[in-house]
């Protein structure tokens, strides 16, 4: 299970306790709960303390990373906290797209509208696209978040996807690196992500795949991964020694020479990453995706992100995973919107501008729990509340949706800071 994170009455950070601990310092009130997501308790007495060796291990990905904490124990590493940190960029470019097609549309329609702009239209050096710059601030803030409670020492980071340089020269320096161990994992890696996990020849999913040559080796192919692709086990006897283009297939071998347009956006990201991270004066590790899935599958660990976060560089070929550690869920929401008021599909607005934010001391956001002591919805709610000017609430649970409780029977428990929460099963 997870451990509690601890800080002291300066707020200073200490080393993370066992829940059963916590629970002990909780009910001798010793401590006080500080913070509920991530659950953070405070001593009341206590200053200072000796701390061990933590790491915060990052495995960044497209639409969910992987966050763990792994600290040093007698016989090694070993993880005591993990999330996974689902990001909204497909969202905001959804959003981006709307506004600028109802801005178009009122300007074909000759209504009222911002004029277009052309002065400020100058990119910056590294610029990257709104939906990729929030997954960046997104893990910046978690690590930032992460490092008031815990007292880190070091950081590991998958900054590679593969490793291009054994990909493309698996002839460069000998035998020791075109034939280790870990570059079959690469390879396989990069091709599994560039052919959609499935057979290049009949498509088939869910089945074992094998690394396939498109131009065979006997009739002149080399083992360059433009050269290879993935097929089932049926596909690549049926195929034996003909070229793609033989077996019926001309259009493998232009897809094979595309590069990966997804794998470089994200690894554009990543490395905006590792320059803010390098802000925090940490050493830093770094690995490649393949390097971490060696890891992971030499552990016998299953694939998840937070998992996947775990085997991160080498520090993560040794690392123990309790079969009862559950990670942290944790969904990028936004702070709300800038818009006044909301528009109908033709850009005409249909509701009137906001006029507060807060209704009495709640915002949307705010995780609460709601004891409603009579009526129809009778019961108990605990979700993310969106507030209303009349005073009745909604409520979204983990299960669905309770609208018109009043403000009355709330109470906070978690205050809006643009995340949702929740925890998924233990991995045993």
């Known amino acids: 299970m997870q451990r509690v994170l601890v800080v002291d009455k300066n707020k200073e950070a200490l080393m993370p306790c066992h829940p059963a601990r916590a629970r002990h310092l909780l009910k001798n009130g010793k401590a006080a709960v500080f913070r509920k997501y991530p659950f953070t308790i405070i001593l009341k007495e206590r200053e200072g303390g000796e701390t061990q060796s933590v790491q915060v291990k990052i495995d960044p990905g497209s639409k969910t990373t992987g966050i763990a904490m792994a600290a040093g124990f007698k016989r090694g590493l070993r993880a005591i906290w993990v999330a996974q940190l689902t990001h909204r960029g497909q969202q905001i470019r959804d959003d981006l797209l709307s506004r600028r097609q109802s801005r178009r549309s009122r300007r074909n329609r000759e209504t009222r509208y911002r004029k277009p702009r052309f002065l400020n239209r100058r990119r910056p050096k590294g610029w990257l696209a709104p939906s990729l710059l929030s997954r960046v601030r997104n893990i910046w803030t978690w690590l930032k978040r992460l490092n008031r409670f815990i007292p880190i020492t070091h950081l590991a980071m998958e900054l590679n996807r593969f490793d291009t340089q054994k990909l493309q020269n698996p002839e460069i320096s000998g035998i020791e690196y075109q034939q280790g161990t870990l570059q079959g994992y690469e390879v396989r890696e990069y091709l599994l992500e560039k052919w959609g996990r499935k057979c290049a020849y009949c498509g088939a999913t869910h089945v074992p795949l094998q690394v396939e040559h498109i131009e065979s080796k006997s009739t002149g192919g080399s083992d360059r991964v433009s050269n290879l692709t993935i097929s089932c086990q049926p596909c690549n006897l049926a195929k034996g020694t003909m070229s793609a283009a033989e077996f019926g297939y001309s259009k493998i071998q232009a897809q094979a020479k595309k590069p990966l347009k997804d794998a470089a956006a994200v690894n554009a990201t990543r490395y905006a990453l590792l320059k803010q991270i390098e802000l925090t004066g940490l050493p830093i590790e770094t690995g490649t995706g393949g390097q971490t899935k060696f890891n992971r599958i030499t552990q016998d660990y299953p694939k998840t992100h937070w998992l996947d976060a775990v085997c991160v560089g080498e520090s993560g070929r040794t690392v123990f995973v309790h079969s009862t550690l559950a990670p942290l869920l944790i969904t990028a929401q936004g702070r709300g919107s800038r818009q006044m008021c909301a528009m109908n599909k033709y850009g005409f607005p249909r509701t009137k501008p906001k006029q507060f934010k807060r209704v009495h001391s709640f915002q949307t956001g705010d995780i609460v729990k709601a004891v409603v002591t ?34 009355k029977y709330c109470q906070p428990i978690h205050r809006g800071d643009g995340y949702a929460y929740s925890f998924s099963p233990p991995t045993g």
Do not use: M
């Not at 969106?386 to 009745?392: E, I, P, Y």
């Open 374 to 407: 009579k009526g129809k919805k009778k019961g108990t709610y605990v979700g993310r509340v969106l507030v209303r000017a009349s005073s009745n609430f909604d409520i979204r649970t983990a299960t669905q949706r309770v609208q018109g409780i009043s403000y």
